[in-house]
T-cell receptor
Framework: GAGVSQSPSNKVTEKGKDVELRCDPI?????LYWYRQSLGQGLEFLIY????????KSGLPSDRFSAERTGGSVSTLTIQRTQQEDSAVYLC?????????FGPGTRLTVT | QKEVEQNSGPLSVPEGAIASLNCTYS??????FFWYRQYSGKSPELIMS??SNGDKEDGRFTAQLNKASQYVSLLIRDSQPSDSATYLC????????????WGLGTSLGVNP
């Protein structure tokens, strides 16, 4: 079956621009996570959606970051007024409760 | 105290040896435990899950869980150079939201 997909795979943007990153989870998975990973670093938790519960936004680094999940499926992570320190790989993962499955990630470069 | 702790390594083992990776967690009520492998430049990949005390074997991999000691380990038998990667431990939070909590990973190098 289809795994988690993310788009775009790469995004280069100028400092100050807004970007949207998309995640299509595995069908039927109720949980969805967004993580950020800088080169050589661990996973940085950003936000967690679980079914119809209010999302856990405790990992969002600033109010420039927001995410939504429409219809319990597709999710979009939006970064406003991007900064160079936002450059990283953004990973989406989904779960049905027995481990999470990651997408290939979006590599974001802010110039 | 970090919620999930791993030695960062690097851990270096010769080809054919057993690699032992360790993870401790702070939430005594945690129920589900996972090991992921991440190759450089790739996404993490689920390799083992374990839910009850004892050992669980899958090919060359064995996960060991000791809830009393809040300890979970991963053994890789007959290590191969292709096992060289970062290994991440993840634990399901026992709270209502069941959020997955991650260790920072242990870098493993297998030398031919």
């Amino acid at each position: 079956g289809a795994g988690v997909s993310q788009s775009p795979s790469n995004k280069v943007t100028e400092k100050g621009k807004d970007v949207e990153l998309r995640c299509d989870p595995i069908s039927g998975h109720t949980a969805l996570y967004w993580y950020r990973q800088s080169l050589g670093q661990g996973l940085e938790f950003l936000i967690y959606f679980q079914g119809n519960s209010a999302p856990d936004k405790s990992g969002l680094p600033s109010d420039r970051f927001s995410a939504e999940r429409t219809g319990g499926s597709v999710s979009t992570l939006t970064i406003q007024r991007t900064q160079q320190e936002d450059s990283a790989v953004y990973l989406c993962a989904s779960s049905a409760g027995t481990g999470v499955y990651f997408g290939p990630g979006t590599r974001l470069t802010v110039t | 105290q970090k919620e999930v702790e791993q030695n960062s390594g690097p851990l270096s083992v010769p080809e054919g040896a057993i690699a032992s990776l360790n993870c401790t967690y702070s939430d005594r009520g945690s129920q589900s435990f996972f090991w992921y492998r991440q190759y450089s430049g790739k996404s993490p990949e689920l390799i083992m899950s374990i839910y009850s005390n004892g050992d669980k074997e899958d090919g060359r991999f064995t996960a060991q869980l000791n809830k009393a000691s809040q300890y979970v380990s991963l053994l890789i038998r007959d290590s191969q150079p292709s096992d060289s990667a970062t290994y991440l431990c993840a634990v399901h939070n026992a709270g209502n939201n069941r959020k997955l909590i991650w260790g920072l990973g242990t870098s493993l190098g297998v030398n031919p």
